[in-house]
């Protein structure tokens, strides 16, 4: 089993509607949460950081880590073309940049 | 965000050969930095970490002689592939961490694509 178990998809929805990408993780020593998205032959780039359970938004994003049941959510609303992208989750036990271990990633396309 | 250049980000060279790839932190000093590889439709797979100054730590099933990490200054870490073979065609990506990013954040370079022939 993989520590981190994420759909790698394909994810393709209509423009404006809202997407969930999710992860689960078998690891219960981690603490720290990110997503990130990665267009084609780029190098990810952070989209959001969270810190044990609970919920961040940042503009049409919206993270969610519920630790007691080992999953995480990425919610976009009134999703874009622009959004089209490969999304990672990614997580680690301690703070600092240390050892990330990422998911798959899910590649999401937005349909005009 | 801060800004991390990795260059060449394209690269296609002929079997045996040795090939460095080379990643900048721009506007901070990155004590740490990682590499790592990521074939098509897959994830980013750790191959080490560097830390400024000392030795690199490999993961497990990383060839330490065969690719070659070198961390000579704060702002500057090489992989070198060396004798590379067309099985390690793939999208090698750095990242880096600096002394005031200790909240897990990792700003990641934009990956250099190996090609070998």
């Known amino acids: 089993q993989k520590e981190v178990e994420q759909d790698p998809g394909p994810l393709s929805v209509p423009e404006g509607a809202i997407v969930s990408l999710n992860c689960t993780y078998s690891n219960s020593a981690f603490q720290y949460f990110m997503w990130y998205r990665q267009y084609s032959r780029k190098g990810p780039e952070l989209l959001m950081y969270t810190y044990s359970s609970g919920n961040k938004e940042d503009g049409r994003f919206t993270a969610q880590v519920d630790k007691s049941s080992k999953y995480i959510s990425l919610f976009i609303r009134d999703s874009q073309p622009s959004d089209s992208a490969t999304y990672l989750c990614?997580?680690?036990?301690?703070?600092?940049?240390?050892?990330?271990?990422f998911g798959q990633g899910t590649r999401l396309t937005i349909n005009p | 965000g801060a800004v991390v250049s990795q260059h060449p980000s394209w690269v296609i060279c002929k079997s045996g050969t040795s090939v460095k790839i080379e990643c900048r932190s721009l506007?901070?000093?990155?004590?740490?930095m990682f590499w790592y590889r990521q074939f098509p439709k897959q994830s980013l797979m750790l191959m080490a970490t560097?830390?400024?100054?000392?030795?690199?730590?490999?993961e497990q099933g990383v060839e330490k002689d065969k690719f070659l990490i070198n961390h000579a200054s704060l702002t500057l870490s090489t992989l070198t592939v060396t004798s590379a073979h067309p099985e390690d065609s793939s999208f090698y990506i750095c990242?880096?961490?600096?002394?005031?990013?200790?909240?897990?954040?990792?700003?990641f370079g934009e990956g250099s694509r190996l090609t070998v022939l």
């Open positions: 990614a997580m680690s036990t301690i703070q600092g940049a240390q050892k990330l271990v």
């Open positions: 506007d901070f000093q990155a004590t740490t």
């Open positions: 560097s830390n400024e100054g000392s030795k690199a730590t490999y």
């Open positions: 990242s880096a961490s600096g002394v005031l990013q200790n909240t897990g954040e990792l700003f």
